[in-house]
């Protein structure tokens, strides 16, 4: 059991063999053995966090097309439904885990609760044509569904993802939180090494091998998925221990005002110390088109399987190998950042990242062109992912670090949800079917469908985020300033 010592060991005898060197996070302990053990628990819920997460943008486009939703219903499911889902539920999961208080921590009761029921709904999502065809069986299925727009099998996809988000949303936001509560401080970095280098092997995973299987045999890889979450996230909380927290604070006894009335003041404040400040507007700002380039991605599947006339397995392949070539590069990276700083790292990365999808605009015309853009454009990825969490780090006050990061999950998700996925799916569908023939200057002739422009797209969102990086940048200086430069 990965569980760290609390009590300190008692007397040794002279001849007794040195002790392994302990770490310290909290009250916990760990020796050699008991870090190694740690790690490997968490992991393992990392990557099986990675797999499930990646199904929402690979596989989960291509089977809600094949149930005949339209782009605009691909992005209204999994862009503005998912995100008001987290909009919602993200501050909520994350300010009551802070104050929770129990025999078993703070964050592993949550997750050993929504665990087996986002495992299930994961689980059920592929029966959606089936529910859906039994819907329209019952006599009063057909009263019910003819006055919606929608294809009922789409329609039920929507429900099955809004039910899995209603708990999955937990998972995303306390799994992370875990682990400034039981990773020693001084093994942090390298924790976050690994972290990353599981979750990229998990997208190569699912995209080498499980996409084409996700869209032949769907039933049975959401179910093994599902399996794997519930296996992955049991163990965490069975063998992963928490250090004992504080008191939490109540609200003082001459507090008598209604409960509604404090609540209201706890929400006000809330925004109030989260929405505020210009120095966090920007870097919500920075971190913000980074997520919201994922939800633009979901989108590139359909570049590569209708105009470039790629095979799902194809396809998956080459959106692959760059997480794979990510697991090689991520420790030297995480070395780079140590030396050269977040900062400079991600203002390298986000700068190449732009130029290189406007030139994937123009220059992708075979799947060997595909292959090494996807290449670039994919490791490039995975260090701003790393790049990004850490400015929210450097940035956000240490003491309301789940505050402030959950406030930026809010803002995202309501942009996203708001603007990012109702312009996509908006601009796919008037652009269906329209093709246009260019001749360029150095690229020749490029033939130019509705997906392609996707390049276009997630160029401007990493430029985006590149200037919000700059701004962040110049407020951080401005307040280190000495009074007398300012």
């Keep these: 059991m990965t569980a760290a010592s609390r009590s300190a ?41 990675m797999i499930v997460s990646q199904i929402e943008p690979s596989v989960l486009p291509i089977l809600l097309k094949n149930a005949g939703a339209s782009d605009h219903h691909v992005a209204w499911i999994l862009g503005t439904l998912v995100q008001v889902t987290q909009l919602v539920l993200n501050p909520l999961y994350s300010t009551s885990s802070d104050r929770t208080r129990t025999r ?21 999502t592929p029966y959606a044509p089936d529910v859906a065809a039994w819907v329209q069986q019952q006599s009063w299925g057909p009263v019910v569904l003819r006055h919606l727009a929608v294809p009922p099998a789409v329609l039920m996809y929507g429900l099955f993802v809004f039910g899995f988000y209603l708990f999955y949303s937990g998972t995303a936001s306390i799994f992370f939180y875990l682990f400034r509560d039981v990773v020693p401080e001084s093994h942090m970095g ?26 032949r045999l769907p039933r049975e890889m959401f179910l093994g998925m599902a399996v794997l979450n519930l296996v992955a996230f049991i163990a965490l909380c069975r063998f992963v221990k928490e250090p004992d927290y504080p008191p939490v604070k109540r609200a003082a006894d ?67 190998w760059s997480s794979l070539l990510w697991v090689i590069v991520a420790y030297p990276v995480g070395m780079l950042v140590d030396r050269w700083k977040v900062f400079r790292v991600m203002r390298w990365a986000l700068w190449i990242q732009s130029v290189a999808y406007l030139l994937s605009f123009f220059l992708i015309r075979d799947n060997a062109t595909f292959l090494v853009f996807s290449l670039v ?23 309301k670090l789940g505050q402030f990061f959950s406030a930026n999950v809010v803002f995202q ?44 797209l997630l160029s401007a969102v990493f430029f985006i985020s590149l200037l919000g990086l700059y701004r962040v940048e110049a407020l951080l200086r401005e307040r280190q300033a000495p009074p007398e430069a300012r």
């Excluded at 110390?273 to 590139?300: G, K, N, P, Q």
């Excluded at 990004?388 to 003491?399: D, K, S, T």
């Design 377 to 399: 454009t994919g490791v490039l990825y995975w260090a701003i992912m790393l790049c990004q969490f850490m400015l929210g780090q450097e940035v956000f006050p240490a003491l």
């Design 254 to 320: 001459g507090d008598r005002r209604p409960l509604t009335s404090r609540a209201i003041g706890t929400v006000l404040a809330y925004f109030r110390e989260c929405f505020s400040d210009s120095l966090h507007w920007w870097t919500y700002v920075c971190r913000l088109m980074v997520y919201a380039s994922i939800m633009v991605a979901t989108f590139r599947i359909f570049f590569a399987l209708q105009e470039l006339k790629m095979t799902v397995e194809d396809a998956g392949k080459a959106l692959s």
């Design 413 to 456: 998700a309501l942009v996203i949800a708001v603007v990012v996925s109702p312009f996509c799916g908006w601009l796919f569908d008037t652009l269906k079917g329209t093709t246009h023939v260019m001749v360029l200057p150095l690229f020749g002739t490029l033939e130019i469908g509705p997906y392609r422009y996707v390049m276009l």
């Design 9 to 49: 060991a008692g007397p040794t005898a002279s001849l007794t063999p040195p002790r392994s060197p302990e770490w310290r996070a909290g009250n916990l302990t760990y020796d050699r053995r008991q870090l190694i053990g740690l790690f490997c628990w968490l992991l393992l819920a990392d990557l099986a966090f």
């Design 104 to 124: 078993w921590g703070r964050r592993i009761p949550y997750l050993f609760v929504v665990t087996p029921l986002a495992s299930l709904l994961l689980a059920a």
């Design 190 to 215: 390298r924790f976050m090494a690994l972290f990353r280098m599981v979750g990229a092997l998990g997208t190569f995973v699912l995209n080498y091998w499980l996409l084409g299987v996700g869209v």
